[in-house]
């Protein structure tokens, strides 16, 4: 079975760019979230999706916004890009919106990087 | 506030030299806490899923524990594959807007050598 798939791998961008990252689940996978991880920190979270709506959202700027469609892939957006938005972004997918048993299955994220 | 805080933030062992990483938290309420590795560009790998003091989980050559207050991840015996970030998580009891969030600690950097 396919894990969570995340696209791209890598990305540069440069200040002030728009960038769109996409999550496809773990098929019967209902709910995903976004994780910020920057280099040496570890995951902040940013935004939870169950069902094709939005159940929780981090403390993060309103530059960042995402949505779920109805085969429960899901992408995040970032307008206005800064270079302090360079960080690995990982998608993690679960059956249940609180997660399971075995946590959250992480995708290997999308590197961005802001120039 | 809910906190995560692992220590040490890196460790250097021997192969074979056994050694326990540290995730010490603060929540309102936990519903789980949870370990995981991540190696260098990748998402973080599942290990253990803990949700009441006194429980513990083994896997190999890891052993997870828990208390109320903080948990431990026992490495015996470490191999040069063992070398990777441990991540500990938190869940917290879910919020009045039903918000599953996990929190993160900063991880501790594990580097075995042969």
């Known amino acids: 079975d396919a894990g969570v798939t995340q696209s791209p791998t890598h990305l540069i961008k440069t200040r002030g760019q728009h960038v769109t990252l996409r999550c496809s689940p773990i098929s019967g996978h209902k709910s995903v979230s976004w994780y910020q991880q920057v280099l040496g920190q570890g995951p902040q979270f940013i935004f939870q999706?169950?069902?094709?709506?939005?159940?929780g959202r981090g403390n993060f700027p309103d530059r960042f916004s995402a949505r779920q469609f109805p085969n429960y892939s899901s992408e995040l957006n970032v307008n206005a890009l800064l270079l302090g938005d360079s960080a690995l972004y990982l998608c993690?997918?679960?059956?249940?919106?609180?997660?399971?048993?075995?946590?959250?299955?992480f995708g290997s994220g999308t590197r961005l990087t802001v120039v | 506030e809910d906190q995560v805080t692992q220590s040490p933030e890196a460790l250097r062992l021997q192969e074979g030299e056994s050694s326990s990483l540290n995730c010490s938290y603060t929540?309102?309420?936990?519903?789980?806490l949870f370990w995981y590795r991540q190696d260098p560009g990748k998402g973080p790998e599942f290990l253990f899923t803990l949700y009441s003091a006194g429980e513990e989980k083994e896997k190999e050559r890891l052993k997870a524990t828990l208390t109320k207050k903080e948990s431990f991840l026992h490495i015996t015996a470490p191999k040069p594959e063992d070398s990777a970030t441990y991540l500990c998580?938190?869940?917290?009891?879910?919020?009045?807007?039903?918000?599953?969030?996990?929190?993160f600690g900063t991880g501790t950097r594990l580097k075995v050598l042969a």
């Open positions: 929540v309102s309420g936990l519903r789980g």
């Open positions: 998580a938190v869940l917290p009891e879910i919020t009045t807007s039903g918000t599953y969030k996990y929190i």
């Open positions: 993690a997918s679960s059956p249940l919106r609180g997660g399971s048993n075995y946590g959250y299955t």
């Open positions: 999706y169950y069902e094709k709506e939005e159940r």
